[in-house]
């Protein structure tokens, strides 16, 4: 966001001392930010009745985001608009999960075309392959990989809401920050979310910043409702709520995020202040695909991200497996998946997976099978493909051959991912937004950077560099296509989706979850809940979750009967019960309006004007 001299200060004053928008700004709507009450959020795992408004519909994974959008849809901003109001005020409540230290992929529809916004981060330009190895050539072990100045990718989250901002937005960009800056300055009660994360968390504490921020003096989390204050972050959104993305590019606070990654006490990194300036955010071309559904007749347009996201691709490829076996006109037993339905799904699974870790990098970088990514979703190979599924489990799959391309590249290992948190919004127009965002695992690369001037807050940085492969290259030496380079962005599972009527052209869903590589599993129940099931969104969601990353089927603890269990050991699969804490919001299409589902394993909430 470019301004003259002058607006800049008219507009920091108005920010800073009554919040009332300056005559200066780009945009002329006005937009004033009431603080919300803050009741104690509940602990665990709450039923979500689901959320029925008209006119407009924010979802988000913290209330205060989420009310922070609402106002701002209120007050007659876009989808955008709500979207950025919900990122400043999740850096701040959410900050565990994502923030103006992380990138994010934004989908954006208008009533005619479906854009895709990457902000993903980016690798140094000093960046090798040899990255994460340590002094004899092997793969570091990856927590060490993660809490170092090593994993930090070039941010673009900002980036990329300043690039929708300008095409998009109807408020003033300053305006956006007014929320999380009023927030950040006047207290926000600890969530039992960030709590439970605090808890759990084990690296945090070295870093001086974010142990005097985020612990007391006896080293112990704040406690669930405790005010916390963070000034410093307040400070950083002020400046760019006059500089824009340049905040984080040029600066204080610019060098201390490079002095941060660069003086890092056992891994440094190489960032610099020249990739900083040099991150771009890329348009790229939405990667949209037909499904249609077996059990209703309807066809639907999907659509999501392309490489460097895994996501869509892998949900394209099961779906359209599952249309080539039984498994497309299965309906629910008794309310949940049955054994067999669940067979099949995660064999498709297996399948995608094999080919998503043999073929998926930037593609900047990395060619696509035949030239064109939609080869791995062609009618013919995916039939293919589920020829490959019979009655027992085959455990581990291999990657196939779309468009009959011999790869140049190796499979990659295995390697854990974590994180983010989504966004999806429909405003006042029917503008919608799927908003993925992310600084990959639980408090990103656990380093806190603020504008130096103080130690109380800032935000957090990414470890989104250990997304990619440790390992370059195979035994045999062949290159992984998802290894460590130059200006290169890591895979993601990141699966922002809208989903549309074929027939007509008219937007059906807005959706999209957190959870590393199980996001593509969380969405793809989403899809399969609502699309084949003929759930609601808060009834999709509710559902259990379920997944196979290529290994054992994984189950979220207690919720299947022992009897779908046996039967799945029964066709050969090793079932494992886990947490899967999937935090997935969407927003449907009714005849009267909208209707929103929050996951009831996270804190959010779904609003807009009642019914």
């Known amino acids: 966001m470019q301004f003259s001299k002058s607006c800049s200060k008219m507009m920091l004053a108005a920010v800073v001392l009554t919040g009332v928008l300056s005559a200066c700004a780009l945009k002329q ?42 106002q701002v849809l209120k007050a007659g901003g876009s989808a955008i608009d709500a979207a950025i109001a919900v990122q400043m005020v999740l850096t ?51 927590i060490e990989g993660v809490v170092s100045g090593l994993s930090v990718g070039v941010p673009g989250t900002l980036s990329v809401l300043e690039a929708a901002h300008k095409e998009h937005g109807r408020l003033p960009w300053a305006a956006l920050m007014q929320p999380a800056i009023q927030l950040a300055e006047q207290g926000f009660k600890l969530s039992p979310h960030l709590h439970r994360a605090l808890l759990a968390e084990n690296f945090l504490m070295n870093d001086p910043v974010a142990a005097s921020y985020f612990y007391d003096a006896q080293r112990k989390p704040h406690p669930v409702g405790y005010i916390l204050k963070n000034p410093e972050l307040a400070a950083v959104l002020r400046d760019i709520a006059v500089r824009g993305s340049q905040a984080l590019k040029q600066g204080p606070v610019a060098d201390a995020l490079v002095q941060k990654v ?26 949209c695909f037909d499904h249609a559904v077996q059990t209703t007749g309807k066809t639907y347009q999907l659509c999501g991200f392309p490489p460097p996201s895994s996501g869509t691709l892998a949900i394209g490829q099961m779906l359209g497996i599952l249309n080539n076996t039984p498994a497309g006109k299965m309906p629910l037993e008794q309310g949940l998946p049955s054994a067999e339905w669940l067979h099949f799904y995660t064999e498709a699974a297996r399948l995608a997976f094999a080919d998503r870790g043999q073929f998926v990098g930037d593609p900047d970088f990395v060619n696509a099978p035949g030239g064109d990514w939609k080869t791995m979703l062609h009618p013919t190979y995916l039939k293919q493909r589920s020829s490959l599924i019979g009655s027992q489990s085959m455990k581990v799959a ?78 045999q030496g062949l290159p992984i296509a998802n290894r460590v380079e130059g200006g290169k962005r890591p895979r993601s599972s990141m699966s922002p989706t809208l989903v549309f009527e074929k027939d007509s052209g008219k937007l059906k869903m807005t959706g999209g979850s957190p959870g590393g590589a199980v996001i593509i599993h969380y969405t793809g129940k989403l899809l399969v809940g609502t699309l084949q099931w003929g759930l609601n969104t808060q009834q ?59 996951d009831p394993r996270r804190e959010g909430v779904v609003m807009g004007p009642q019914r």
């Open 29 to 70: 709507n006005t937009f004033n930010y009431a603080t919300p009450d803050q009741p104690n959020d509940p602990v665990g795992f709450q039923e979500k009745p689901g959320w029925a408004t008209q006119g407009f519909a924010v979802a988000a994974a913290n209330p205060l985001a989420t009310d922070a959008g609402y």
């Open 92 to 142: 701040l409540v959410e900050p565990q999960s994502s923030g103006i230290g992380g990138g994010a992929f934004i989908l954006h529809h208008d009533g005619k075309k479906v854009e895709a916004y990457d902000g993903r981060e980016a690798a140094p330009a000093a960046a090798t392959d040899k990255l994460f190895l340590d002094a004899q050539g092997k793969p570091l072990p990856f």
């Open 262 to 287: 660069r003086q890092h006490p056992t891994r440094p990194g190489s960032m610099t202040l020249h990739d900083l300036a040099n991150y771009k955010v890329k348009k790229r071309v939405p990667l």
């Open 398 to 475: 291999q990657p196939g051959h779309p468009a009959a391309a011999k790869s140049a590249y190796a499979p990659m290992p295995a390697q854990e991912e974590y994180g983010t948190s989504h966004i999806s919004v429909i405003d006042k127009e029917g503008n919608a937004v799927a908003m993925t965002t992310t600084i990959e695992a639980v408090f990103g690369a656990r380093l806190m950077v603020n504008s130096g001037q103080g130690r109380h807050g800032g935000f957090l940085l990414n470890n989104e560099l250990t997304d990619f492969s440790f390992a370059p290259t195979d035994a």
């Open 540 to 598: 999709a969601i509710n559902l259990p979750n379920f997944s196979s990353l290529n290994g054992p089927t994984i189950l979220e603890e207690k919720l299947f009967p022992k009897s779908t269990i046996k039967a799945l050991q029964a066709k050969g699969h090793e079932v494992r019960e886990t947490p899967l804490p999937s935090g997935l919001q969407a927003i449907e299409v009714t005849p009267t309006g909208f209707f929103g589902g929050a």
